[in-house]
């Protein structure tokens, strides 16, 4: 039998020191611009979608 790989989403979580950032599934964390925060709060953009962009960013 083939094992399913379980993918890890991103997602947004509040900092105590930095305010909200963006989880990747790799651990790493990458702290939001101030628009970004704005977009989140008003469920403009998702984690799902803020990843893409950093993804598309770093392979530029």
């Known amino acids: 039998m083939s094992e399913a ?7 947004i979580e509040d900092e105590p020191i930095l305010g909200a950032v963006l989880v990747l599934p790799s651990g790493t964390i990458q702290p939001l611009t101030f628009w970004e925060r704005v977009l989140v ?4 953009t998702s984690a799902k979608a803020l990843e893409a962009r950093y993804f598309n960013l770093a392979n530029s």
Not at 6 to 11: G, M, Q, T, V
Not at 41 to 44: F, G, I, P, Q, R
């Open 5 to 11: 790989r379980e993918y890890k989403e991103s997602r």
């Open 41 to 44: 709060a008003l469920h403009l």
